[in-house]
């Protein structure tokens, strides 16, 4: 009895080991938890199937104003990765405890661009903005995002920051001052230029690709997070954004990478 009671146990204990390994095996990576600008959704909801392909890994993006990210990241949110639409924010992280020091790099440079939901509404030149002819001017948030930062840059450097003052409407983020075009309830807005390029959804109507010298380059850093300084599938998404692969859809969203 003894010697069949010892035999079972020896049977059942590498049996065990080989299910569990079996079952780790067939369990999925956890997703990356990816804080990210509003303006890179859409390009990094694009790049999520090649991701997985290539490292095994999915994502859990959450998008938002960079401002509004950083103040979530600050009170504890569990974010692993931040792909913000500015280095300013990357880089206090970092210098505040919140984000791993050295891993901070441009992952891309946006591009700003003026436009209209009506065909034929935005020249070439950007003209249209001194003319007036219109009611609302939508833009995002300059305190909050960027963008609207740029944006606002645009407007002073063409003379036009106190005519057009009373003419704004203020989005929380670049993807809610798109909305604000598209819906009709601003006839032009200052948008990514990135909003414009989807291959899937062309947003069509005119628009005006912004001069980069009339505003500062909008340099988009990427930074770990200390919530994700452990986790291989952070890491693995920080290298795979500067992969060929990952280029050619910044490039075709209209980033220069």
């Given at each position: 009895?003894?010697?069949?009671?010892l035999?079972?146990r020896?049977?059942?204990?590498p049996?065990?080991?080989?299910?569990?390994?079996?079952a780790?095996?067939?369990?999925?990576?956890?997703?990356?938890?990816v804080?990210?600008?509003?303006n890179?959704?859409?390009?990094?909801?694009a790049?999520a199937a090649?991701f997985?392909?290539a490292t095994?890994h999915?994502?859990?993006?959450?998008p938002?104003a960079?401002g509004?990210?950083?103040?979530?990241?600050?009170?504890?949110?569990?974010?692993e990765?931040l792909?913000?639409a500015d280095?300013?924010?990357p880089?206090?992280?970092?210098?505040?405890g919140?984000a791993?020091?050295?891993?901070?790099?441009?992952?891309?440079?946006g591009?700003?661009?003026l436009?209209?939901r009506?065909p034929g509404?935005?020249?070439?030149?950007?003209?249209v903005?001194?003319g007036g002819?219109f009611?609302h001017?939508?833009?995002?948030?300059?305190?909050?995002?960027p963008y609207?930062?740029?944006a606002?840059q645009?407007l002073?450097?063409?003379g036009?920051?106190?005519a057009?003052a009373?003419k704004l409407?203020?989005g929380?983020?670049?993807?809610?001052?798109f909305?604000?075009?598209?819906?009709?309830?601003a006839?032009?807005?200052?948008v990514?230029?990135?909003q414009?390029?989807?291959?899937?959804?062309?947003?069509?109507?005119?628009?005006?690709?912004?001069?980069?010298s009339?505003?500062?380059p909008i340099?988009?850093?990427a930074?770990?997070?200390?919530?994700?300084?452990?986790?291989?599938?952070?890491?693995?998404?920080l290298?795979?954004?500067?992969?060929?692969?990952?280029?050619r859809?910044?490039?075709?969203?209209?980033?220069a990478p």
């Amino acid at each position: 009895m003894r010697c069949g009671l010892l035999r079972t146990r020896w049977l059942v204990g590498p049996l065990a080991a080989v299910l569990a390994t079996a079952a780790l095996a067939a369990t999925p990576a956890a997703d990356v938890q990816v804080a990210v600008a509003a303006n890179f959704v859409k390009p990094l909801q694009a790049m999520a199937a090649g991701f997985r392909a290539a490292t095994g890994h999915g994502l859990t993006i959450i998008p938002g104003a960079t401002g509004k990210l950083y103040a979530q990241i600050v009170a504890g949110a569990p974010f692993e990765v931040l792909l913000a639409a500015d280095q300013a924010t990357p880089a206090r992280l970092v210098a505040e405890g919140h984000a791993v020091a050295g891993s901070a790099y441009t992952y891309a440079i946006g591009r700003l661009a003026l436009w209209s939901r009506q065909p034929g509404r935005v020249d070439p030149g950007g003209a249209v903005l001194a003319g007036g002819h219109f009611a609302h001017l939508a833009m995002a948030n300059p305190r909050l995002a960027p963008y609207g930062a740029a944006a606002m840059q645009v407007l002073q450097a063409r003379g036009l920051a106190g005519a057009l003052a009373p003419k704004l409407v203020l989005g929380e983020n670049i993807a809610q001052t798109f909305q604000f075009v598209a819906s009709g309830n601003a006839e032009l807005g200052f948008v990514a230029l990135s909003q414009l390029r989807d291959p899937e959804r062309p947003a069509g109507g005119s628009a005006w690709e912004v001069p980069q010298s009339l505003y500062s380059p909008i340099r988009q850093d990427a930074v770990l997070l200390t919530a994700g300084a452990a986790d291989p599938g952070a890491r693995a998404l920080l290298a795979w954004l500067r992969s060929a692969d990952a280029r050619r859809v910044l490039v075709a969203y209209g980033y220069a990478p």
